[in-house]
Nanobody, 126 residues
Framework: VQLVESGGGSVQAGGSLRLSCAAS????????IGWYRQAPGKEREGVSC????????YYGDSVKGRFTITSDNAKNRVYLYMNSLKPDDTAVYYC????????????????????WGKGTLVTVSS
């Protein structure tokens, strides 16, 4: 499985960005894509996830109502739309994946995933 993130950059507080995760190499269609972030000096945080088969989604409390995760299965891409960005959203954002085996995505996001991209930096200035 290969994951490649894109779309990071610098934006002012209140602005928006769209992150993209291009995924390839899955066997079957039951997998979960998650977005994590890690800011300097902080622990990694599970931000959001989506299940490829049923579209089940989950959002962490810190981004709920501001971020939206979607998938385009035909293009094997998952997008994270980030609105109303805050300086606290500054971090390296990672796309990750795991086979779901029928699980909803939230537990998988919490356990951690086997496959990871290299990350893309998001910087939000005040």
């Amino acid at each position: 499985v290969q994951l490649v993130e894109s779309g990071g950059g610098s934006v002012q507080a209140g602005g928006s960005l769209r992150l993209s995760c291009a995924a390839s190499g899955f066997t079957g269609d039951d997998y979960t894509i998650g977005w994590y972030r890690q800011a300097p000096g902080k622990e990694r945080e599970g931000v959001s996830c989506i299940n490829s088969r049923d579209g089940n989604t989950y959002y962490g409390d810190s981004v709920k109502g501001r971020f939206t995760i979607t998938s385009d299965n035909a293009k094997n891409r998952v997008y994270l739309y980030m609105n109303s960005l805050k300086p606290d959203d500054t971090a390296v954002y990672y796309c990750a994946a795991e086979y779901s085996y029928g699980s909803s995505c939230q537990p998988l996001l919490g356990y951690g995933m086997d496959y990871w991209g290299k990350g893309t930096l998001v910087t939000v200035s005040s």
